[in-house]
């Protein structure tokens, strides 16, 4: 089981004890202990804590910060759930659950071009994409629910 941090959340300190990256001072994270179930375990309380939490919160997705946040979060999510295994942001991208033009802008937000999205069509399908996420996870953990 990963150690409670304070500073990162579990899944960032989870991707940091399997890369071998050293941040907020954490050098145990580089013995690389943690395995891909902890990996899971870690993943699983980020969306069964405060994924769970926003998705109850709906006009919080009218942020675009949270929208691009929860896309690539979920993304990453579900391939550490059915994996163990670490997906980068830019990875995630592709496997994000959403239309074509939404991805094409994603990917620019990540080169760090200028791009904005429709705001509530944005939100609404990065919202809807959390519910089914946890909705799945959920299947796998009954504790989890959103």
């Known amino acids: 089981m990963l150690p409670p941090f304070k500073l990162v959340s579990p899944g960032t300190a989870g991707r940091s004890a399997k890369t071998g990256a050293s941040g907020f001072g954490f050098d145990d994270l580089r013995t690389g202990a943690y395995n891909d179930d902890d990996l899971r375990e870690a993943v699983r309380a980020e969306l069964c804590g405060y994924w769970a939490w926003a998705s ?16 690539s979060g979920m993304a990453r999510a579900r391939y550490t759930l059915r994996t163990g295994q670490l997906l980068t942001k830019t990875e995630a991208i592709e496997q994000v659950h959403g239309p074509a033009w939404l991805i094409d802008q994603l990917r620019a937000r990540r080169r760090g071009e200028p791009m904005s999205s429709p705001r509530v069509r944005t939100g609404w399908i990065a919202w809807r994409d959390a519910r089914d996420t946890l909705g799945w996870a959920s299947r796998s953990a009954p504790r989890c629910g959103g």
């Open 56 to 71: 109850r919160r709906p006009w919080m997705w009218l942020d675009p910060g949270i929208a691009d946040l929860a896309l």
